[in-house]
Nanobody
């Protein structure tokens, strides 16, 4: 059974930084492409970034240049470093495979960026 536990969210002022972590267990971690998703208040969940096993990455235009996704296969953890945060980055951040699997969603971690 796969368990994903996101952490690292919090309240930060605009311009600040956060590093999100996602610990995965039971997931055959190395075989998967991993993504970070976010759900802003009143909006649908959207892909923010993903990283494939060979380090190939993708970033949504909304975070490109401000965020870095990384993975540690030995620790089975995915990270998202977010810099120059904006109020529109506010939301609950989730990790999942890419494409996502319905049965993998965790509880997410809340990021709130104040102006």
């Amino acid at each position: 059974q796969v368990q994903l536990v996101e952490s690292g969210g919090g309240l930060v002022q605009a311009g600040g930084s956060l590093r999100l972590s996602c610990a995965a267990s039971g997931s055959r971690f190395r075989r998967n492409t991993w993504g970070w998703y976010r759900q802003a208040p009143g909006k649908q969940r959207e892909l923010v970034a993903y990283i494939a096993g060979r380090g190939v990455t993708f970033y949504a235009d909304t975070v490109k240049g401000r965020s870095t996704i990384a993975r540690d296969d030995a620790e089975e953890t995915v990270y998202l470093q977010m810099n120059s945060l904006k109020p529109e980055d506010t939301g609950v951040y989730y990790c999942n495979t890419w494409p996502s699997r319905m049965d993998f969603w965790g509880n997410g971690t809340l990021v709130t960026v104040s102006s």
